[in-house]
């Protein structure tokens, strides 16, 4: 997994990248990849923060009033209390290509 912190103006800030074991569904390593990324920020003290990831099923996820009883949706509850949380915060999904950074890290 990586992420990268820029700031406003798109410069670097900060990256991050970290390894785990065995094969779990992609969703679900998308999912880990933004609860990290926010409790990485929670923990660095950052306000006005928006998150953009590639995985569109995610955000979807994020944004749905459904419950999910899986994996997936026990993560994504967790992501969405931080986001609760937090009132600047956001989550929006962009194209691979715009996310090309973290994609090298990780």
């Not at 998150?51 to 899986?70: C, H, M, P, R, Y």
Request: hydrophobic share 45%; aromatic share 8%; glycine share 6%.
């Amino acid at each position: 997994m990586g992420a990268v912190i820029r700031d406003e103006n798109g410069n670097f800030l900060a990256a991050r990248s970290y390894s785990f074991h065995g094969l779990p569904p992609v969703r679900d390593c998308e999912a880990l990849g933004l609860l990290d990324a926010l409790e990485w920020v929670v923990e660095s003290r950052l306000q006005r923060v928006v998150f953009e990831t590639d995985a569109k099923l995610v955000v979807d996820a994020i944004n749905s009033s459904e419950d999910d009883i899986s994996e997936f949706g026990d993560i994504i509850a967790r992501c969405r209390a931080i986001l609760d949380c937090h009132d600047f915060f956001s989550v929006q999904s962009v194209r691979r290509q715009a996310n090309g950074v973290a994609h090298a890290l990780a």
